[in-house]
């Protein structure tokens, strides 16, 4: 198994950009697909990003595309949601998960592993 932890989010303005990160305990992360969902108040959760094993493959959420880059470093197993031009939608609840099967899973079911998730809030 592995365990994941969120941290880096908080408050910011629009426009402006946010850093956050995934660390993972347990298990050698390099041995998962990894990545982000985020859930608004009301909503589903959404599939945002996710990255490969090695990190050379990503793959991204419609929305957040040209905005957000996702990325790994295995050395220090953790992965990392660089997040730019953020909008007020974009204020949710991020979690990071794992998964050992695939990272082309836009559904949370199919995840295995979740960390608690850390607030952004983007004001206008």
């Known amino acids: 198994q592995v365990q994941l932890v969120e941290s880096g989010g908080g408050l910011v303005q629009a426009g402006g950009s946010l850093r956050l990160s995934c660390a993972a305990s347990?298990?050698?992360?390099?041995?998962?697909?990894m990545a982000w969902f985020r859930q608004a108040p009301g909503k589903e959760r959404d599939f945002v990003a996710s990255?490969?094993?090695?990190?050379?493959?990503?793959y991204y959420g419609d929305s957040v595309k040209g905005r957000f880059t996702i990325s790994r470093d295995n050395a220090k197993n953790t992965v990392y949601l660089q997040m730019n031009s953020l909008k007020p939608e974009d204020t949710a609840v991020y979690s990071c998960?794992?998964?050992?099967?695939?990272?082309?899973?836009?559904?949370?079911?199919?995840?295995?592993?979740w960390g608690q998730g850390t607030q952004v809030t983007v004001s206008s």
């Open positions: 998960a794992a998964d050992q099967a695939s990272m082309l899973y836009t559904t949370p079911s199919r995840w295995d592993y």
């Open positions: 990255i490969n094993r090695s990190g050379a493959s990503t």
């Open positions: 347990g298990r050698t992360v390099s041995r998962y697909y």
